[in-house]
C-alpha cells in the first residue's frame, strides 16, 4: 500500500501501457477477448487513479505525489512526476474518459481491433504523463508521443477525409511544438552552467529570482503560446479542430476533444502563467481579444453546419474560448471557472461526441437534415442527449453554468467589456445547441431509415451515464472541485498579479497592503521536491 | 630497423587499421577457393575481420598515440568515429549476403571493398595533415565509386557510378587546389601549424578566403551540402541497396569529421568567415532535402533527400561550434547509424525475386504481410523524424540545443519547422504501409541477417530514445576535438 501511495501516478500513467504490452500477444482474430482485456485496462486505470481524489491534501495544495528519479544526467532531465490539484483534476478527467472510449468503441469498431485498442491506451498513456510530468523533458516526450496515436486512430478508423485529417492533425501540432521545445531550450540555457535542469520548480525558482531579458523572454512566451495555442486551439490556429475532430472514430472524438485540448490550457495555466508572469501580462489583451473572437466565431460558425459532428467541434472552439478569457483575468474566479470550465467541457462535449457517435453507428451519416423527430423512436437517447445539451450550454445545475458563471464573474471583476462580450457567445450556444435539439429530436419522422432505429443498450447507456451523474455533480454541489482547486490557483494568481494578490502563510489570497510590492513574485514552490528550500523562503513576501 | 621515420608506437596506432587491411586481402585469397554457394563465407571474413579490429580499438582506446611524426593522432574523438564506422560496416555486412545473391552478384571484393573503404574512413579521423587526409579521403572515395556501380549488368548502378566519379573527382580537383593554397599561404600541411600561422594572417586575408571556400566546397560535396548535392540521389538510387546503406552512413560520417578536424584546428582562426557560410548552406540544404522528398515516389530517393536534409541538421553543431554541438554532431551520428541503416534494411528486405521493390506503391499494406517489419519501419521513420521516445529526438534535441546556446534563434526555428516538415514525407511512408490495401502477396526477404540488424537497429533506437544517458557519455568523448 506504502509503495502504491508513493507511486500513485506511475501506476496511474503506465497501467494502460500494460494493458497495450499485454494486446500485443493476442491473436488478432479473437476481438472479443482482445475488447475484453482493453476494457478490463481502462477500467483499472480508473480505479487505480482515484485514490488520487481522497489523498490530494487539500490544506497544503503544492505538488504531491512526488516521485523523482534520476534520467538524463548530462541534460539535467529527471524523471520527475507530481500533481497539484489542477493536475489532479485532469488525470481523472482523462482516466474517466479514457475508460469510456475505450467501452464506447466495443461495437464501434470491427476492422483491427487489436491495433485500434492498443493505440488508444498508448494515447492514454501519453495524455497522463503530460499531466503528471513536472519536468520539462519529460514533459516535452510525453506531449509528442500521444501524437502518433491519436494521428492513426484519425487515419486508420475515421470517416472521410480521414488521411488528410490525421496529417493535419499531427503537423500543426508538431509545429507548434518544435517551437515550444525552443523556448524550453532558452528558458534552460539561461540557468547558469552546472546548474541547468528542465525540474520545473527549479526553472521556476531561478526565473522568478533572475528574469529574462524583455525581448528574449518575449520570444520565449510566443513559443510556449504557438505550442498551447494550437493544442488549445484558440482563433486562428483552429483550422486542423473541425477536421480532425469530424474524422476521428467517435472515441477518438471523445479524447480529442475531451482530454487533448486541455492539454493546450493546462500549458497555458502550468508553464506559461507562472514561469513568464510579466509577459503573460504584457501579451493579456491579445490573448483575451483571441479568446473572444474564437467565443463568437466558433458559436457563430457552429451555428451554420450542416453536419451533427462538425457542429459540435466548432463549439469547442467557442467553449474554449471561455475557459482562455478566464485563465487570462487573472484572479481567482477567472482562474477556478477556467480550470473548472476544462473539466466540464471534457464531460459535456465528451458527452455529445458519444451521442453523435451512437446515432452515426446507426445510421452511417451525420448530416443533420437527415433525422428528425427521433426523440418519438430512441426516447432515452434523447433524454441523454438532451441532459448533455444543457450541460454544454450552461443551464443552472448542470456543470456548464458554474464554470461558464465563474468565468463571467472572474472577467467581469477584470473589464466589464470583456464579460459582455463573452455573454454574447452564451446566447449564441444555446441558440445552436437548442436549434439542433430540435431539428433532430422533435417533429415527426420523416425519413423511413429512422422509423426503425433501436434504442440505446445498457452499454451505450453505461457511457453515457457517468458523464451525467457528473454533470449533475458539479451542477448542484461544486464545492468539492472548488476546493481542491482553491491553493493552486491562488498561487497562480499571486505569481502573475503580486501587485494585487499575495499569499499568506496558509496559501489564501490577500490584498497587499504594501503598494510597492518587490518585482519577484511569490514562488509556488514545494520545499518537498526543491532542493535549495531557502529560495522559496526568501522570495516570499512578508504576510501583513 | 627503427629510426626517425618509424617508430614502434606507430604500428600501434594503426593497429586495427593493418587488422582490416590484413582481413580484406584475405577476403580476395579466400574467394577464389569458394564456390557459388559457399560466398556467404566471405561475410564471415569481413566480420572477423571487423571483429578483431573492434577488439585491437578497444584495447588501444585510452592510449592517446601520436603518430607517424604527427601526421596521424589516435585520440578520443578519433576512436569514438571508428567505433561508429565499425558498427555501421558490420550491420552492412549482415544484410548484405542474402541481397547480393538474390541480385546475383555474390562475390568476394564486394567485401574487401567495404573494408578498404572502411581503412579510408579510419584514417580520414586520424589524420592531422591534410596529404594524409586527403589519400585516407581518396581511398574511401574510389572503394566507394566501384561499390555503387558494383551491379555490372544494371545499367542504373553503372550510370549512378559514373556520374558519382565524374563529380568526385571534380570535387578532389578543387579540394587539392584548396590545400595546395593552404600549403603555400602557411608552408605546412599539419593542421595545428596551419591553425597557428593562419591565426598569425591578417583578418579577412582574401587569399585565405579562396582556400576557405575552396576546401570548404571539396568537403560539401562529400556530404552533399547544397549547391553540392545533385550526384547524391542518383548515386543512393542506382547503388545497390545494401551500398546505399553504407554510403549514407559512414562514408558521410568520415566526411564530416574530416570537415569538423578541419575547420576547428586548421580553420579555427576563419571561424567567423566559415561561419555565414555554413549557415548559408546549411539552411538551403535542409529546407531543399526535406521539400524536394516531398514529392518522391521512389522509396530509395526519399530516404536519399532525407539524408541530404539530415546533413543540414548536423551542419547546425558546427555552427554552433559549442560543447553541445559536437556532442550534438556524434550522438547524432551514433542514433542515425541505427535509425538509418534500420530503415535502409527494410528497403533491401524489399528486394524480392522478380522485384525491385524501390516504389514506395510497392509498401502498400506492409502491415497485413510482414506486421513486425511494418511496425520497425514506423519507428525508423518516427526516429528519423525526431519524434520522442525514439533516437532521433535525442540527437535533434542536442543540435537544437547547441543553435540555442550560441544564439542564433532564427536558424534554430528555421531547423525545427524543417523537422516538421519532414515529418510529412516519412509519414506518407507510414501511411502506405499501415492504411492502404497489399497490392500483392509476395512477402519480405526476411534472411536471418536482415533480422538481426533490424531488431539490433531497432533495440537501440529505442534504447537511446528512452534511456541516452550512457550513449551520450560515450558521445562527449568526442569532444577531445576542442583540446
Not at chain 2, 557459388?36 to 580499438?57: M, P, Q, S
Not at chain 2, 535542409?286 to 518522391?296: E, K, R, V, Y
Request: net charge neutral; aromatic share 14%.
Amino acid at each position: 500500500m506504502e509503495f502504491f501511495r508513493q507511486h500513485i501516478l506511475s501506476i496511474t500513467a503506465y497501467t494502460p501501457l500494460v494493458g497495450a504490452f499485454l494486446l500485443m500477444f493476442f491473436n488478432k482474430e479473437s476481438k472479443n477477448a482482445i475488447r475484453w482485456v482493453a476494457n478490463i485496462f481502462g477500467f483499472l486505470g480508473l480505479i487505480v487513479s482515484l485514490p488520487l481524489w481522497f489523498w490530494y491534501d487539500r490544506a497544503d495544495g503544492g505538488f504531491q505525489f512526488i516521485e523523482r528519479h534520476e534520467w538524463i544526467r548530462a541534460i539535467g532531465a529527471s524523471y520527475i512526476f507530481g500533481a497539484d490539484g489542477i493536475s489532479v483534476l485532469l488525470i481523472l478527467l482523462t482516466t474517466v474518459l479514457g475508460a469510456i472510449a475505450i467501452l464506447s468503441s466495443w461495437t464501434a469498431i470491427q476492422n483491427r481491433v487489436k491495433e485500434y485498442y492498443i493505440f488508444l491506451l498508448l494515447l492514454q498513456v501519453g495524455m497522463l504523463g503530460v499531466f503528471c510530468s513536472l519536468d520539462f523533458f519529460l514533459f516535452y516526450v510525453f506531449w509528442e508521443v500521444m501524437l502518433v496515436p491519436m494521428y492513426f486512430l484519425i487515419g486508420v478508423w475515421g470517416s472521410d477525409r480521414r488521411l488528410y485529417s490525421a496529417i493535419k492533425f499531427f503537423l500543426y501540432t508538431l509545429v507548434g511544438s518544435v517551437v515550444m521545445l525552443l523556448g524550453i531550450l532558452v528558458l534552460y540555457f539561461h540557468m547558469p552552467e552546472g546548474q541547468r535542469s528542465f525540474d520545473y520548480v527549479q526553472m521556476m525558482t531561478y526565473l522568478h529570482s533572475t528574469p529574462l531579458a524583455g525581448g528574449v523572454a518575449r520570444f520565449v512566451w510566443l513559443a510556449f503560446f504557438l505550442g498551447f495555442a494550437i493544442k488549445v486551439p484558440m482563433f486562428p490556429f483552429h483550422t486542423w479542430l473541425p477536421d480532425a475532430h469530424t474524422d476521428a472514430p467517435t472515441a477518438g472524438s471523445v479524447i480529442l476533444a475531451g482530454v487533448l485540448l486541455k492539454m493546450g490550457t493546462y500549458g497555458f495555466i502550468r508553464f506559461s502563467l507562472p514561469l513568464l508572469p510579466n509577459e503573460s501580462q504584457y501579451f493579456r489583451t491579445m490573448i483575451v481579444v483571441l479568446a473572444i473572437i474564437g467565443i463568437i466565431y466558433g458559436a457563430l460558425v457552429a451555428m451554420m453546419q450542416k453536419d451533427w459532428k462538425r457542429l459540435v467541434a466548432y463549439s469547442s472552439v467557442s467553449h474554449l474560448g471561455f475557459v482562455m478569457l478566464g485563465m487570462f483575468c487573472f484572479n481567482p474566479n477567472g482562474l477556478n471557472g477556467s480550470v473548472l470550465q476544462m473539466i466540464n467541457h471534457g464531460i459535456s462535449t465528451g458527452g455529445l461526441f458519444l451521442i453523435v457517435g451512437l446515432v452515426y453507428e446507426r445510421r452511417h451519416t451525420r448530416q443533420i437534415s437527415e433525422y428528425s423527430g427521433l426523440s418519438h423512436v430512441m426516447p432515452v437517447y434523447a433524454t441523454y442527449f438532451m441532459i448533455i445539451m444543457l450541460s454544454s450550454l450552461g443551464l443552472p445545475l448542470l456543470n456548464g453554468f458554474i464554470g461558464e458563471f465563474t468565468i463571467l464573474q472572474g472577467a467581469f471583476q477584470a473589464s466589464h467589456v470583456w464579460a459582455a462580450f463573452a455573454v454574447i457567445g452564451i446566447i449564441l450556444g444555446a441558440a445552436y445547441l437548442l436549434w439542433l435539439y430540435q431539428r433532430t429530436m422533435f417533429g415527426e419522422v420523416t425519413n423511413e431509415k429512422n422509423k426503425n432505429l433501436k434504442d440505446l443498450n445498457f452499454r451505450e447507456v453505461a457511457t453515457l451515464f457517468p458523464l451525467v451523474v457528473l454533470a449533475v455533480w458539479i451542477g448542484v454541489y461544486p464545492r468539492p472541485f472548488f476546493r481542491i482547486l482553491e491553493k493552486p490557483v491562488n498561487r497562480i494568481v499571486a505569481t502573475v498579479q503580486p501587485d494585487k494578490f499575495q499569499l499568506d502563510a496558509m496559501g489564501n489570497l490577500v490584498t497587499p497592503q504594501n503598494k510597492t510590492v518587490t518585482p519577484t513574485a511569490p514562488v509556488a514552490s514545494d520545499p518537498a521536491i526543491t532542493p535549495s528550500p531557502t529560495a522559496s523562503s526568501a522570495t516570499r513576501p512578508e504576510k501583513k | 630497423m627503427f629510426n626517425q621515420f618509424f617508430q614502434p608506437s606507430d604500428i600501434i596506432a594503426i593497429y586495427p587499421q593493418l587488422l582490416l587491411a590484413l582481413f580484406g586481402l584475405g577476403v580476395l585469397i579466400v574467394d577464389l577457393f569458394l564456390d557459388r554457394e559457399w560466398k556467404v563465407l566471405n561475410a564471415f571474413t569481413a566480420l572477423v575481420g571487423i571483429g578483431y579490429a573492434a577488439y585491437a580499438l578497444f584495447r588501444i582506446r585510452n592510449f592517446n598515440v601520436t603518430a607517424y611524426n604527427g601526421a596521424i593522432v589516435n585520440d578520443s574523438f578519433s576512436v569514438f568515429f571508428q567505433f561508429v564506422f565499425l558498427i555501421a560496416t558490420a550491420l552492412v555486412i549482415f544484410i548484405s549476403a542474402r541481397y547480393l545473391t538474390i541480385e546475383g552478384e555474390h562475390r568476394g571484393d564486394y567485401y574487401a571493398l567495404i573494408l578498404f573503404s572502411l581503412i579510408g574512413m579510419d584514417f580520414m579521423v586520424m589524420g592531422m595533415d591534410l596529404i594524409t587526409l586527403y589519400i585516407a579521403l581518396e581511398l574511401m572515395a574510389v572503394s566507394e565509386y566501384i561499390l555503387v556501380g558494383y551491379l555490372r549488368s544494371n545499367r542504373q548502378s553503372n550510370e549512378a557510378a559514373m556520374k558519382f566519379f565524374l563529380l568526385g573527382a571534380f570535387s578532389s580537383g578543387i579540394l587539392l587546389y584548396g590545400i595546395s593554397l593552404l600549403y603555400g599561404l602557411c608552408g605546412s600541411t599539419d593542421l595545428r601549424v596551419i591553425g597557428q600561422r593562419l591565426a598569425e594572417r591578417p583578418v579577412h586575408d582574401p587569399l585565405a578566403m579562396i582556400a576557405l571556400i575552396t576546401l570548404a566546397a571539396g568537403l560539401l560535396f562529400k556530404v552533399a551540402g547544397v549547391p553540392f548535392h545533385q550526384w547524391l540521389p542518383d548515386a543512393y538510387e542506382g547503388a545497390p541497396s545494401s551500398i546505399t546503406t553504407f554510403i549514407s552512413v559512414a562514408p558521410k560520417f568520415a566526411s564530416f569529421a574530416l570537415i569538423l578536424r578541419i575547420l576547428f584546428v586548421a580553420l579555427r582562426p576563419l571561424q567567423i568567415e566559415w561561419t555565414p557560410l555554413l549557415i548559408v548552406v546549411c539552411v538551403l540544404t535542409m529546407t531543399l532535402g526535406n521539400i524536394t522528398a516531398i514529392s518522391q515516389s521512389n522509396i530509395k530517393r526519399l530516404l536519399a533527400y532525407s539524408s541530404i536534409a539530415h546533413a543540414g541538421y548536423l551542419m547546425l553543431g558546427i555552427i554552433a561550434a559549442n560543447e553541445y554541438g559536437i556532442t550534438g554532431i556524434a550522438i547524432y551520428f551514433l542514433v542515425y547509424t541505427f535509425m538509418n541503416i534500420g530503415a535502409w534494411t527494410v528497403v533491401v528486405a524489399m528486394r524480392r525475386k522478380d522485384m525491385i521493390g524501390d516504389q514506395i506503391s510497392e509498401m502498400s499494406g506492409m502491415i497485413h504481410k510482414n506486421p513486425a517489419a511494418a511496425t520497425l519501419m514506423l519507428i525508423f521513420m518516427l526516429s528519423l523524424a525526431g519524434i520522442p521516445p525514439t533516437a532521433g529526438f535525442i540527437g535533434k534535441y542536442y543540435l537544437f540545443a547547441a543553435v540555442i546556446q550560441s544564439q542564433h534563434y532564427l536558424l534554430a526555428v528555421i531547423a525545427v519547422l524543417n523537422a516538421a516538415i519532414s515529418l510529412y514525407y516519412y509519414m506518407r511512408v507510414v501511411v502506405v504501409m499501415f492504411m492502404n490495401e497489399k497490392t500483392d502477396e509476395e512477402k519480405m526477404t526476411l534472411s536471418p541477417g536482415v533480422v538481426t540488424v533490424l531488431a539490433v537497429t531497432c533495440v537501440f533506437t529505442l534504447l537511446i530514445g528512452v534511456y541516452p544517458q550512457p550513449f551520450i557519455h560515450f558521445a562527449q568523448s568526442s569532444l577531445a576535438l576542442f583540446q
